[in-house]
């Protein structure tokens, strides 16, 4: 008989903190993220719900697993840091900060579309964040390019 994942979540949580400890995360503000992005999605449902939307355990199953995609953003910065012996820290923390405050943004607009019965429109911090982060680090590439190759700089 195949053993059901649920017994093997302290594993799996031991994995994860494992590995947010080996990329020098804050796992508390991993927590937190996780947490927010669980209340996010709860209170979708609800307003879906209120708003008499159309609900599908699809749409929520795809929801769901994109809000936890977003924290391999973190993930990914932390490990280039560890692959460039870079201390990219800073900017790891800032990115979840950014990430918390964006699920508190959209955890705000759920509660007052479920007040008021109507749609609020959304602020979707989310792609600006993922776009400014994708710039950034095209900057640091260009910068290191330059570094290795002065001549990269001028051809440019």
Same mark, same amino acid.
């Given at each position: 008989? $195949? @053993?059901?994942?649920?017994?093997?979540?302290?594993?799996?949580?031991?994995?994860?903190?494992?590995?947010? $400890?080996?990329?020098? $995360?804050?796992?508390?503000?991993?927590?937190?993220?996780?947490? &927010?992005? =669980?209340?996010?999605?709860? !209170?979708?449902?609800?307003?879906?719900?209120? !708003?008499?939307?159309?609900?599908?355990?699809?749409?929520?199953?795809?929801?769901?697993?994109?809000?936890?995609? =977003? !924290? &391999?953003? @973190?993930?990914?910065? #932390? &490990?280039?840091?560890?692959?460039?012996?870079?201390?990219?820290?800073?900017?790891?923390?800032? =990115?979840?900060? &950014?990430?918390?405050?964006?699920?508190?943004?959209?955890?705000?607009?759920?509660?007052? #579309?479920?007040?008021?019965?109507?749609? =609020?429109?959304?602020?979707?911090?989310?792609?600006?964040?993922?776009?400014?982060?994708?710039?950034?680090?095209?900057?640091?590439?260009?910068?290191? !390019?330059?570094?290795?190759? @002065?001549?990269?700089?001028?051809?440019?």
């Amino acid at each position: 008989m $195949m @053993p059901k994942i649920s017994e093997y979540s302290n594993e799996l949580k031991l994995f994860l903190y494992g590995i947010f $400890m080996y990329l020098e $995360m804050d796992v508390e503000i991993v927590k937190i993220l996780f947490y &927010l992005m =669980v209340m996010d999605t709860f !209170l979708g449902i609800i307003k879906t719900i209120v !708003l008499n939307n159309s609900f599908s355990f699809k749409k929520l199953a795809l929801g769901f697993v994109s809000k936890l995609a =977003v !924290l &391999l953003i @973190p993930t990914a910065l #932390a &490990l280039m840091s560890k692959g460039l012996n870079y201390n990219f820290k800073w900017f790891v923390t800032i =990115v979840m900060d &950014l990430l918390i405050v964006s699920d508190g943004i959209s955890i705000i607009s759920n509660i007052i #579309a479920i007040k008021t019965k109507k749609e =609020v429109e959304n602020f979707d911090a989310m792609t600006l964040i993922l776009k400014s982060i994708r710039n950034r680090l095209i900057m640091l590439f260009k910068r290191l !390019l330059i570094t290795i190759d @002065p001549k990269y700089h001028m051809e440019k």
